[in-house]
Structure formats: structure tokens, C-alpha cells
């Protein structure tokens, strides 16, 4: 019975992995690989080796999908930041450019 379900979070597991491969959109595809940490664990745990399964629930499903999200949101924060740059005239590619004044102005990327 228990190879049963273990082959089914496995199917499942690929099944978010070809989803999260595939996904257009960013976020769905960092939530899929939460989803397939948290598979993991659950077969870990069917295994009988519940400290695996303690540490691939808090790093691989908990820290590491916390740390793409923050970065996903930081990429966000520094595009919006350069379109808002790009808007206001000033795209940032002006590096070294003089400003007429004798100082050079210098476009600095976080």
C-alpha cells in the first residue's frame, strides 16, 4: 500500500516539475518548487526517516522558496525603479557622460 502512495507523490512531483519548467509565469513556478519540497518531505516521512523529512520541509520548502520569493521581489523593485528612470528621461546608460559642468555624472546598478 505504501509504494502505492509513495509512486503517486512521485508522479506528482515530476508532475510539478514539468509544470514549474513550463510555467510562463514566475511565481507559479516558484510555488510549484515549494510544492515538489514539500512532496519530498511527505515521502521522507512515509520512508520513516522523519529528521529528512524535517530538514527538506524547513530548507527546501520553506527557506528556499522564501528566498526566491524576496528575490522575485527584488527584481521587480530594481525594474520598476529603471522604468521609472527610463520614463523620467534618464535610462541610466549615461555612464561617465559629462554634464557640461566639468563633473561626470555616474549611473550606479544595485
Known amino acids: 500500500m505504501s509504494i502505492v502512495i509513495i509512486g503517486t507523490f512521485g508522479a506528482m512531483m515530476i508532475g510539478a516539475a514539468i509544470f514549474a519548467l513550463y510555467s510562463q509565469n514566475i511565481l507559479s513556478a516558484i510555488i510549484s518548487s515549494g510544492v515538489i519540497s514539500l512532496l519530498a518531505s511527505i515521502i521522507y516521512i512515509l520512508l520513516a526517516a522523519p529528521d529528512v523529512a524535517m ?36 535610462s541610466g546608460s549615461n555612464f561617465g557622460s559629462s554634464s557640461g559642468d566639468g563633473s561626470t555624472e555616474e549611473a550606479i546598478d544595485d
Open 55 to 90: 530538514t527538506e520541509a524547513a530548507i527546501g520548502s520553506g527557506l528556499t522558496t522564501v528566498v526566491f520569493l524576496l528575490a522575485l521581489r527584488r527584481i521587480q523593485v530594481i525594474q520598476a525603479e529603471k522604468g521609472g528612470a527610463a520614463k523620467a528621461g534618464n
